[in-house]
């Protein structure tokens, strides 16, 4: 880090102390990787690094709008490491690049036997611009867009679930997020998203998708998404904690058939409660710890699924 | 609201700029490479030959009651909208295909097995209660292999009688006789008299509605839409396809006589007799398949699917398989050890390999996947409605043939899948719930393959290296042995003998 943006970085945190630390308030579920969603900028020239690790697991899934169990798959585990770089290209717009390794299995005892998976999932990249930051002596408010496309990294099969790594299909993000701060470090988010998913390639050449399909290529229900968050920083800034409520609805898509295999054409909705929480150690500069812990309460042709995850963030500035 | 508003655009805005996914074989309509006059003499499988159906003479085509049903036909031309005229060019001039794929697509539909109940017992699908739950039927591959059998035996006993008549009676097509009638097809010189494509519609839905009997409204409907697109394309006066309706019904109702009592509604046994099976393979071999699902099911797959009636072959012990190789005996290890490395190296080709040939749950399964290889032959050689019927009919028959000879080595035999005998083994495909000796897919594309090189010797070797895959793909899934794939491959090619010898004296070639 270069002196003068440590020096502007000392000089911030004083009056508006969020904009400069590095943010990764990750959304990972299943199908659509990770991606930085919240309020915070990166300063111009400084890059950040996280590295995670995440564990999900789940001992129901709804069929259709049905919650059951299932012993063929009995209860289904998935972990992914994950590396992203997030770098400040100016002070109001940032880039992302991530990259994460999932591994998936049922445990045993189960009845169908079937063997896990692993490989890496799906390389992402975008970026967030900051349209408006508006900042009084009692509040903070910020209007904040990002685009988001990740490609498949590996030959991964999307159509073997519940223990595909992704969805196997380019996916487009786009997000608006409002955000609003008072003094006392209390904040709320507002976040609305649209998820185009393309096509993916299944090894077959019929499916069946409330009718006969003779392709291998499976249309994936696109998405829009709402999430509202609250939270607050703690100790001079260098805690946040908050609370989350996700909602996903796929705009079209079959429902998982009766005691079937689900399918990438499938209609993915659910709703997710979460808490995350991000230290930035004050005498260690630039690290950073986070955690975070989200359940699935709601859904249709989606796990009940449970994750936490654990990473740490390395923030630096890059010389010109 | 102001959500579902939004929902809308944006999807609107995103479908838009997708093209269409397909939901049935591309084709337009065609000249026929064969018009087959003497088609009428074929030796046909139920009835005894052409003229066993009877039907009335037409009215010749300067009658007043034909002038009448050219003006009827001009009527409805005359009001027919834009999507009626579609759908003659989306039913084809040959409709055998697309009633073949409205079957393949009931299959997949019903192509799922009843799952457990919360106290952990199963429920199977019962005729007598068709809604269920669980619904009948539970499509598997032996019962596909049967409802497509039935359908395109009777599809090709109603061609063989409709040809019988067309250059018996040799009447003309309305847009022959009346040059105001636009003719929607290409030239085939077939007369009108009765309708091919009506009989294919009527022996269809009736046999399908034997088979799905919650499809029967379904059925109808595309019926309807299809007789009104016979008479739209030009080639159909009413009586045309009043007479080929008459054809379809009465071959169906033979056909499903002979399904009454082919001992398939045996198949799903008791506990009692299952075990007894089960018992017996014990004691005469020392080894018996046990199902392995949560919680376990009491009663494998028809066990007694082995002795459904065949078609052409006179007795399924004359093509069952030799014994086995025992559990730890020299032939078996070597196969363990096959298995084990294929599970520690799952290569993209073998793993794409397992997963084309799957054809399992939810799909049209294997004979399904034949029947999909076959319809894209019989466009490609520009076959015509009974030549196409002939082509499904007898691999149909081969390989529900090849069903029950590889269902009555499954319980004969009783041999125990990867999973129960190699402690930890997991696969990639489903493990089924039936023994593993002989592979199913093995024996079914066989058969298939035989019939289809024997059809169209040009694609031989095509589709007996695709048998071939679709029987290691088995053992590359993990969920058979080398030998039940090797050993049923030949079984398949056995008991499809049969069938073609048949062919080959029916008069078509």
Known sequence: MNLLNRKIMLENRKLIPLVFLCCFHLISIESNGQTPLDELMMPKQDLCILVNYEFGRFDQYWEGEVLRKNGTIATVQRRSALVMAAYGI??????????????????????????????????????????????????????????????????????????????????????????????????????????????????????????????????????????????????????????????????????????????????????????????????????????????????????????????????????? | MKKSILLLVLAGIFYSCMKDLPTELAFENYTFSSIDEDGGNWKPVLVENGAAIEISAPSPVDSDSYQAELAELKEILSQASEADKQAVHRWTNNPVVRWNEIALELIAKYNLIPGPNEDGTYTLPNPANPAGPPAFPFAHPPYASRALAYLSVAQFDGMITAWHYKFTFDREAPYLVDESIPHEFAPNPLPSYPSDGAVVAAASVAVLKAMFPLEAEYLENLEQDHLQALMLSGEHVKSDVDAGVIIGKEIAAVALQRASSDGMKNAQTPKSVSDSLENAAFERFGWKWENLEVPRRPVGLTPLFGQVTMWNVPNVEATRPPVPPAPNSPEYLEDVRLLEEYAANRTVERRRIANFWQDGLGTYTPPGHWNDFANRFIVKYKLNTLRSARTLAYMNMAIMDAGISCWDAKYYYHYPRPIQLIEGFETIAGTPNFPSYTSGHSAFSAAGAEVLAYIFPQEANQVREWAEEAAISRVYGGIHWTFDAYVGTNQGINVAQYSIDKAKIDGAD
């Open chain 1, 90 to 320: 100016t002070d109001k717009l940032d880039m992302y690049l991530g990259l994460p390794f999932v591994q998936t299995n049922s445990t045993i005892p189960n009845g169908g036997k079937f063997a896990g998976t692993s490989g890496l999932q799906d390389l992402s990249t975008g970026f967030k611009y900051q349209i408006l930051d508006k900042k009084t002596e009692k509040h903070q408010l910020s209007l904040l867009a990002s685009a988001m496309f990740s490609v498949p990294a590996s030959n991964y099969l999307s159509d073997y679930q519940p223990y595909s790594l992704g969805l196997k299909t380019p996916q487009f993000a786009w997000r608006i997020l409002g955000h609003y701060q008072l003094l006392s470090g209390f904040y709320g988010r507002a976040l609305a998203g649209y998820l185009w998913k393309g096509y993916t390639k299944a090894e077959r050449e019929y499916y069946y998708n409330n009718g006969s399909y003779f392709t291998p290529w499976m249309d994936v229900p696109n998405s829009i998404n709402f999430d509202l968050t609250a939270g607050k920083w703690f100790w001079q800034n260098s805690l946040r904690v908050e609370a989350t409520l996700s909602t996903q609805n796929s705009v079209s898509g079959d429902d998982i058939r009766a005691y079937n295999a689900p399918q990438p054409t499938n209609k993915v909705d659910f709703m997710r409660l979460g808490g995350f929480a991000h230290y930035y150690f004050p005498k260690i500069n630039g690290f950073g710890v986070l955690g975070y812990w989200n359940q699935v309460i709601e859904g249709r042709n989606m796990p009940e699924m449970s994750t936490w995850g654990l990473g740490v963030t390395y923030q630096f500035g890059i010389k010109n």
